[in-house]
């Protein structure tokens, strides 16, 4: 089952501008991509993204809470809240095909999202493309946000995709553990879950010497995939996409435009 929102509790209005960083702006895409980026992570992570795609595509990045220009914001900790907040800031965003790629943390988050705006708002994504993350009924949780902050700071080294001048300085660690913990907790409790289809075709990555994530596992995200499921293998470890972003997105760029790729 996907995630459900709170029965008696009021939905509050969710500022989308807040919520989303637009690249390659145009006054009438023709698309539109979301990218939700992993635990720790910043829309600042996929600025390249937004000169990867023609002038057609507008590329829509998360802006989660507690970090950057949203410093101040409280950090989300639950799937549950993070999913609702993302859709209801998406609303506005559905005048044109709307494709969805999520990375590690984000690939639940997108799986949740697609979910919720078929179940809650009647609409699909054009696609779902998930990245270097088990399907949601093969995950197997782990409980490093009760742990302390080396442990957290250990896994987040281990996996990359982290400046590590922000890890080695104690004040700015001390900036960033809050979100940091806010999304392995996220992370750490949630899933396993139902194999619940999503109406789109979906779309899997991954990288080669990924660290915690293996093909078998992406391979089974085709169970939620009735719509169609392709895997591609990239060179390279847990953030293959920063060496290899010229090739995923071409990738997506191509079954964005229905090229063959």
Known sequence: MSLGPHPTAPRARVDGDRWFRRYAVTATPARRLLVLPHAGGSASFFHSWGTAFDSDTEVVVARYPGRHDRLTDPCVDSMEELTEQVTEALLPLLDVPLT?????????????????LAAEHGTRPAALHVSSRKPPHRLTPKRLHEQGDDALIAEVRR??????????????????????????????????????????????????????????????WADVAPEGFRLDVLDGGHFYLQDRRESLTRMIAARMTGRTA
């Open 100 to 116: 969805l790629f999520g990375h590690s943390m984000g690939a639940s988050l997108a799986y949740e999202v697609a979910l919720r």
């Open 159 to 220: 996996l990359g995709g982290t400046d590590e001048a922000l890890l080695a300085d104690p004040d700015l660690r001390e900036i960033v553990l809050p979100a940091i913990r806010a999304d392995f907790t996220v992370v750490g409790t949630y899933g396993p879950r139902t194999a619940e289809p999503v109406g789109c075709p979906v779309h899997a990555y991954v990288g080669d010497r990924d660290p915690s994530i293996t093909v078998h596992d992406m391979s089974d």
